[in-house]
């Protein structure tokens, strides 16, 4: 079965040896560099998938055509210090990395993504967000379950995300975990931008996420994964000694319509697919 069939039927695909080790180093290192130039005094934004809905400040919802810095939820002490340097404080960068830095936007579009997007029929496709996951031994916090297409809405439904895998990731650290052939199903929300400020999820099918079947996506550093907009996936929070980092994006058909209520606004006419 060639990638695209397999891709359709399990609604993921694991690509290993898909980046080099250098590859997957040069790109931890300059997100290391991005974070120690970061000065977050008076405005520090913490990342928590469990409870979006209080995470969206303006700060949040104006990182789209930026690069941000999200903080874990664990970050920081009772009296607002940080408990750790400030790149181990962070849960993630985004979402504008693949535009606006040369060595994420050579990452983005390597030419092995420019094969695989080919193959996987991504001719219209264009790249709306990056993040750098980074995931930290012992503070990397729960991505609930969720479906990407949540966040990065379409009409007609066309997200796809690849996720590269900068280290090795398994139970331990706290790797993908997802169901094969879980993408046969509808979308249960969107997370969008309300009338008069701040975001709400917008409920379109009540039935809680089926558990069953979900299966650990263990992989080593280099390996990339695609994910359908309508997959189910999550990761547990890291309790182990090993950072797990990872750096994923999102990708639309650019020939959808991409409402002006999500979350995430660029100005569409710039983006870029994967040349
Ligand atoms: O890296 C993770 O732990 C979760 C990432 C994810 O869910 C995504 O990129 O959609």
Redesign the pocket.
């Known amino acids: 079965m060639d990638k695209k069939d397999l891709f359709k039927q399990q609604g993921y695909l694991i690509l290993e040896n898909f980046n080099s080790p250098e590859q997957c180093d040069a790109l931890m290192k300059r997100g290391m560099e991005l974070a120690e130039k970061y000065d977050y005094k008076g405005h520090a934004s913490v990342f928590q998938t469990t409870e979006q809905t209080k995470t969206s400040d303006d700060y949040f919802l104006e990182s789209g055509d930026k690069i941000s810095f999200f903080f874990e939820k664990d970050a920081f002490d009772n009296s607002g210090q940080l408990k750790n340097s400030l790149f181990k404080s962070l849960n993630k960068i985004g979402h504008a990395l693949h535009d606006l830095d040369p060595v994420f936007n050579e990452f983005s579009r390597s030419p092995q993504l420019k094969k695989l997007a080919k193959e996987l029929g991504l001719d219209e496709y264009v790249i709306i967000q990056s993040?750098l996951?980074l995931?930290h031994a012992k503070i990397g916090g729960i991505?609930d379950v969720?479906q990407?297409s949540s966040f990065l809405y379409t009409e007609p439904e066309s997200c796809i995300?690849f996720?590269f895998a900068l280290e090795d990731a398994n139970t331990e650290n706290?790797c993908?975990w997802a169901k094969p052939g879980g993408h046969s199903t509808s979308l249960r929300s969107w997370f969008r931008r309300k009338h008069g400020g701040g975001t709400e999820m917008h409920m379109m099918n009540d039935v809680p996420y089926s558990m069953e079947g979900m299966i650990p996506l263990e992989v080593k550093k280099g390996t990339c994964i695609v994910?359908h907009g309508l997959l189910p996936?999550?990761?547990l929070p890291n309790t182990s000694g090993k950072s797990r980092q990872?750096y994923?994006i999102?990708t639309i058909d650019s020939k959808a319509d991409y409402p002006k209520q999500n979350w995430l606004q660029r100005n569409l006419s710039e983006l870029k697919g994967f040349n």
């Open positions: 993040m996951i995931k991505v969720h990407d995300g996720w706290g993908l994910l996936h999550y990761s990872a994923a999102h």
